[in-house]
Each structure stands twice: as C-alpha cells, then as structure tokens.
C-alpha cells in the first residue's frame, strides 16, 4: 500500500458542495466528474463513473469482492511452493534453482511495491488495477510453456513486480468505508490476501497430482482474466488522491517516514521479520514434508494449506477486536504468540506431524491478527 493513503489522512474541503455526505473516510481533492472511459477507449459503466453529488455506496458485497479478487491474485506468489520438487524434475534442475523461484517472485513483488505502488496516489486506482492484472495474467502464459528455468525464473520476479494490485485493493477499501468500519473493512481485504498464500497451495496441490504442474498456471491464466472482467465490471472509479505530488515527492516521502516516523519504524520491523518467516515456513515445509521421514505426495503437501485456512476464518473478528481496542495490544499479543508456534515448528516439526499441524494453523491464525493490527496501526496515522 502507499505511504501516502496511509499518511496523508482525511482530506478536509471547504466549500459547502464539497460537505454532502460521504461514504468513505476521505474526500477527493478532484471535484468535477469523472472521466466516462478507461484509457480513453474503454467505456466506465455508468454506475461506477465518479460523480462527487452521488458518492458510490460502499457496502459488504462490494468489501467481500474486493477481498476475492484479492485472494486470487495474491495467489500468483504462491502457487509455485507445492509444485517445487515436480519443476525440478521437469527443468532437470537441482532444488537449490527451484528454490530460488518463490525468492524472486517475492523480490520482484517488494520492488513492486516500493516502485509502483505509490501510483496509487498519482493516477485513478481502478485503470491501475486494471492494467496490473492485464499484465500478470499475461505474464503468467510464459510460466505455463516456458522449457528454461532461467526464463521461469525471470517471468517469477517480473510477474512479482506487477502483482501488487492486492496492496492497492486494501487501501481503496480503507478509503470507500467509513471510519469507524475501516479496520474491519480491510480486514476482510486481508484475509483474502492472506487466504489465498493457503488457497494457492491447495488449488496446485490437487492439480498437480492428478495432472502437470503446467496445468496449475494455466489454471490461474484463466482465473486472473476472469478477476480482470470482474473488476472492470465491480470496482468503482475514483479520482486520484494526490495530483498536487510527484511521483520523485512520493518516494521521498516514503523514505522519509521510514527512518522518521517512530509507529512506521516500528511496523516496518515487525512486518519484516515475520513476513521472512513466514515465507521460509512454507518454502521450506515442502522440502520438510516430502522428503523423510514423511515422504508426502504433492497433493497432501497440497492440503496443508487447508490447515492455514482455520486460521483465515478469523481474520474479521480480528478486525472487529482492533476496531475497540489500541492496535498496539494486539500487536504484542500477537507477536508473542507467533514466537511460541514458532517455538512448535523448529523443535518438533521433524519428527511429529503433529507439531507440524499446530504450528500450521497456529501461525496463520496469529499472523492475521498481527496484520489487521499493523495496518491499523498504521492508517492511525494523520
């Protein structure tokens, strides 16, 4: 997400046009009516076109879709995890290269989210959400027929680069909710996000026991140009936030807050460090389960993701907690719970199925709490 939807706070306006109700947490500093076409060709539906007297209606289906599209492509970074061991016997490849495909995926998505989220402040977020899943989906048809590992690779950070639509997804819906309902709101965002990293591992799981591993991405060929019809025909238009920045001013003020705003030190830490472990949990449990002394197919290495998914189920009532309570609290709560599952993980997983199984639902739980509790932490900020 950007710094600057986080940072800049509630826009104040002035003039009594600009006092009519509005549904969301912010005002727009755009007053005129919106443009009727996406990219100066294709037409906005009518009930989606801004118009600043009839703000659009935020409402719990339009929040569930968001977190929907939002699992499914969210899931782009993780489809590859299961599949692991089946692409280094297809690419004759040692496990050392495969390894390295999830590791750029996940570099190319933080330069992602470093070079192109701020535009989310620049330009009308629905044409940049559109574009984005245009090109992972399109991306994504090199990694279904590629025969080189080194192209494999290559298409994994750049399909990584592009697939921060998610993080931009959580930010619109903080903004079209009202205040008071903005942690739940993207709470529910987020455990899309987050159900998807476990839906993502199922889905290829399955698909590649019974099939090719290919058949996994041509599987998520079909789903993202099928989100990209869905948003195009759901996602509301809206002005961009910030025209009166630069996208150079942008950067800086994001490097800026980084090293000089103590709550955004804080977060960056903590997102940091759990997010490196929880990635290195799931990388590393394929290894760990289909190797001895478990020896698991790829469809049950598959359906551990089902476990994590108990976890997701909390995700609004997560939100609901850090809605009545200072986000800090949860933010300790969590992080000590997450040391202890972890705990679990390190000192049994290699030898009890069963402390693998805790640790599994344990840390997506946990790590969802953490989540709503560091964005709310964040959007506190004004």
């Known amino acids: 997400m950007s710094s600057n939807s986080t940072l800049n706070g509630d826009i104040e306006v002035a003039s009594k046009e600009q006092e009519k109700p509005f549904h969301g947490s912010v005002l727009p500093t755009d007053l005129s009516d919106g443009p009727s076409k996406d990219f100066n060709f294709l037409p906005i539906p009518k009930r989606l076109r801004y118009h600043p007297a009839k703000p659009f209606n935020f409402n719990i289906w339009m929040n569930w879709g968001l977190s929907f599209a939002a699992t499914f492509l969210i899931s782009n970074m993780y489809y590859c995890q299961p599949l692991l061991i089946q692409m280094s016997i297809t690419f004759g ?12 995926i996940q570099a190319g998505y933080a330069v992602g989210l470093f070079f192109i989220c701020p535009l989310g402040d620049l330009v009308r977020r629905r044409q940049l959400l559109l574009l984005l899943v245009f090109v992972t989906a399109t991306l994504t048809i090199g990694l279904a027929i590629t025969r080189s590992i080194l192209v494999f690779q290559i298409l994994n950070f750049l399909i990584g680069l592009a697939n921060i639509s998610p993080q931009i997804l959580v930010p619109l819906a903080a903004d079209l909710a009202r205040p008071e309902q903005r942690a739940f709101a993207y709470s529910i965002v987020l455990t899309g996000m987050l159900s998807g990293v476990l839906i993502a ?21 079909g789903a993202q140009y099928l989100i990209l019809l869905v948003s195009y025909a759901v996602i509301p238009d809206y002005p961009a936030k910030n025209k009166d920045m630069t996208y150079q001013g942008i950067l800086w003020s994001m490097i800026k807050y980084s090293v000089t705003e103590p709550l955004v030190v804080q977060v960056e830490i903590m997102s940091i460090m759990t997010s490196a472990c929880f990635s290195s949990y799931w990388v590393t449990l394929t290894f760990l389960l289909g190797g001895p002394p478990y020896n698991y197919s790829t ?4 359906l551990f993701g089902l476990l994590g998914l108990a976890g ?17 609290y949860g933010m300790l709560v969590s992080t000590i719970l997450l040391l202890v599952f972890q705990s679990i993980q390190t000192a049994a997983a290699g030898f009890s199925i069963a402390a693998v199984i805790i640790a599994c639902i344990g840390l997506d739980a946990i790590r969802q709490m953490q989540n709503v509790s560091l964005t709310t932490a964040v959007f506190s900020i004004t």
């Open 93 to 104: 490849a040692s496990y050392e290269a495969v390894s390295k495909v999830p590791t750029l």
């Open 201 to 221: 591992r199922v889905l290829s799981g399955v698909i590649a026991q019974f099939s090719s591993w290919r058949v996994v991405y041509y599987m998520a060929i």
């Open 299 to 302: 469809l049950v290495i598959g």
């Open 312 to 328: 997701m189920a909390m995700g609004p009532f997560a939100g609901r907690i850090v809605d009545n309570i200072a986000p800090w």
